[in-house]
Every structure is written in structure tokens, then in C-alpha cells.
């Protein structure tokens, strides 16, 4: 018998559940409940998530089993994006807002250096639908995002929950990796006098990158593999802000050479949308502050970061833009000298 919970769902045909009693629920417009929806999801969902020898079970029990190549650590993250907060359903694609919602989860298994082995997707669905879609049509829209990043990382999407409410779309993913020989990399291992490196380019990420971008999950595997790092940190939430948080949990302060930032052309495109009048400054606090640019930002000895510079072993440039320093803090570097900066970031609210 499914848990009074899991059925609450059926009063969307209008009928009652024993065991379940909410008079103030209205009735639907249409007869479709959410049994059926979802039964219409799995169904989908059989059809085209690709079996992975590691979800030995499939989508067919009440849990997924994972089995594991071999005995190490695991790491466990879970992100949710909300509409209105991460996205907005009207106007994105919601195959976008999928992708997303799964590459947001890889980001953060980036950040430990953690191969990807399997994800779970929860979606709370509007009862309305959104962005002229039903239900149905829009959880397979998100999907359609999800499974294409999944299948490029190898990570095996292993179940799922759906669900519609009153409410905006929601979507929960919960991934989980495994730790290589080389352990976790960490925010806590950072030390006075490190450099500071960043993959890619930073900021304008408003204009597409939020939900296009790849997480830097090789980059990271293949770093932490061949160079002694002593920090990391994926940037969902602005340089400035996540480099703050990894100097704090290093005991330590952060100096970003604000000349050295690497800022991508959508942070010029962005300020010059937003008619800036000194365009390179407003590019530079987009590459600063905007978030969502899902790179790595990463701590190690002096040597250790010149030789990666001098290697550039990734297929996106790294760059050096600071050090971290014994007194706590934040601080920019350039020209004029070094003053404070504020930790100032895409905060989730
Ligand atoms: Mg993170």
C-alpha cells in the first residue's frame, strides 16, 4: 500500500482517499489525476532514460540500487531551482531549467573532485502547468534537459518523484558521487600565500550561461589528479562571495587582482545592455558578483598554480586572480592599491 502521502496527489480527480482528508481541496478542471500523470511520466520515462549498468534495477522499485565499481567515499549534494528565484518559466525553456537543475548538483560534485554516478530528480510541478505546457508535457520538457547532461557526465538517473501543488515549479535534484584516490577537495585546505586560480571566464551569466554551461567536472577529476590543490570551490554564487568562503573556511583572507579577473564577453555584452558608462567597470562587477558561472576557483602553493599556469592542461584557460592571505578578509588589488571588498554575490532568496 503507497503511504497516505504519496496518494494525496489523487484528489486532483475529485476523489477521496481514506485516510486522507482535506475539505478545503477544490476540484480540478479536467478528470487527469496525478496517479495518471505520473503513471504517463514512468511510462515516458522507461521509454527514454537509457538503462546504466550501475542502477541495476531500473526505474521499477520503490529504490534505486547503485552499485559501486569500488569501495571509496561517497559524496552526496542536493540543489533545488524555484521558479522565480533560479529561473523564470514563462520565458526559459524548461529543457534549460533541467539541464540546469542537474548541472548545478555536477558543479557542486566539481567542487569536491567527485566523479558523478547517479542523480534522483524530484519535480513539483504547477497544477496549471507553465509556460503554455500541461503538467505531463512540461515534467518531460524538463527531462529532455536532464538526460542528454546525464548521458555526457555518465551519470546514471536512477529515480525520481513527482508531484503537483499550488505552487510555482520546482525542481530537486540529489546527486551522488564517488572520491578517487585522491580524496575530497575541500574549502578548508587553503593557506596563507596560496594563489588563487579560476577556470573559464566570470560573470554575465544572466544572458545564457546559468543554464547552459558545463559543470567543470573533468577539469576538476583532472586537475586534483596531477597537481597538489589545496582548496576548492565551484562559483555558483559570484567570486567574490565564494572566494570569501573559501578563504573563511581555510582561516584565512582573500586579495582578488581585479586586473587579472578573467571576465567573459557576456559581462561586456551585459553592460553594454545596461548602457554602463565606464563599460569595463560594470563588466568587472558582473564578473565579481553575478554568480551562477558554475567554474572552479581553486587554492595551491605558489609552484604548484605556476606550474598549472604554465601547463594549462585544461581545454578552457585558468588564470590566476589572487592569493589567499593569513589576515581575514576580502580585498582587491590593482593599480590604485589594495582596499576592502565587499563580499557581495547572487544570494538564493
Ligand atoms: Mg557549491
Request: glycine share 10%.
Amino acid at each position: 500500500m503507497r503511504p497516505a502521502a504519496a496518494v494525496a496527489g489523487l484528489y486532483e480527480a475529485g476523489c477521496r482517499i481514506s485516510g486522507v482528508s482535506d475539505p478545503g481541496y477544490s476540484c480540478p478542471r479536467r478528470a487527469i489525476t496525478v496517479e495518471g500523470m505520473e503513471l504517463e511520466l514512468l511510462d515516458w520515462l522507461r521509454e527514454h532514460v537509457p538503462p546504466h549498468p550501475r542502477a541495476k534495477l531500473g526505474l521499477t522499485d520503490d529504490a534505486a540500487v547503485i552499485s559501486l565499481a569500488r569501495r571509496s567515499d561517497i559524496v552526496l549534494t542536493t540543489d533545488t531551482v524555484t521558479d522565480g528565484v533560479d529561473f523564470r518559466v514563462g520565458t526559459d525553456d524548461p529543457r534549460r531549467i533541467g539541464r540546469q537543475a542537474l548541472g548545478v548538483n555536477l558543479s557542486d560534485l566539481a567542487a569536491m573532485a567527485a566523479e558523478p554516478l547517479a542523480a534522483v530528480v524530484s519535480v513539483a510541478l504547477p497544477r496549471g502547468g507553465a509556460g503554455n505546457r500541461e503538467p505531463l508535457a512540461l515534467a518531460i520538457a524538463l527531462y529532455e534537459g536532464i538526460l542528454p547532461l546525464a548521458a555526457e557526465f555518465d551519470v546514471a538517473i536512477a529515480g525520481g518523484d513527482t508531484n503537483i501543488f499550488d505552487g510555482p515549479l520546482v525542481v530537486s535534484v540529489t546527486a551522488l558521487g564517488q572520491l578517487t584516490e585522491r580524496g575530497p577537495l575541500t574549502r578548508s585546505g587553503g593557506r596563507p600565500g596560496d594563489w588563487l586560480l579560476v577556470t573559464g571566464a566570470l560573470g554575465g551569466s544572466l544572458l545564457g550561461h546559468m543554464f547552459d554551461f558545463t559543470p567543470r567536472v573533468r577539469e576538476a577529476l583532472l586537475l586534483h589528479q596531477r597537481y597538489e590543490l589545496h582548496a576548492g570551490i565551484d562559483i555558483s554564487d559570484g567570486l567574490a562571495l565564494d572566494a570569501s568562503r573559501l578563504a573563511a573556511e581555510s582561516g584565512c583572507g582573500a586579495v582578488i587582482v581585479t586586473e587579472q579577473v578573467p571576465i567573459s564577453p557576456d559581462a561586456y555584452r551585459l553592460a553594454e545592455q545596461q548602457r554602463a558608462v565606464d563599460r569595463h567597470a560594470a563588466a568587472l562587477r558582473h564578473a565579481l558578483g553575478d554568480g551562477q558561472d558554475f567554474e572552479l576557483l581553486l587554492a595551491a602553493a605558489p609552484d604548484t598554480a605556476q606550474a598549472i599556469l604554465r601547463d594549462q592542461p585544461l581545454a578552457c584557460p585558468i588564470t590566476h586572480v589572487g592569493e589567499l592571505v593569513a589576515a581575514p578578509g576580502l580585498w582587491q588589488q590593482d593599480s590604485a592599491g589594495r582596499r576592502p571588498l565587499e563580499p557581495s554575490g547572487w544570494l538564493h532568496q
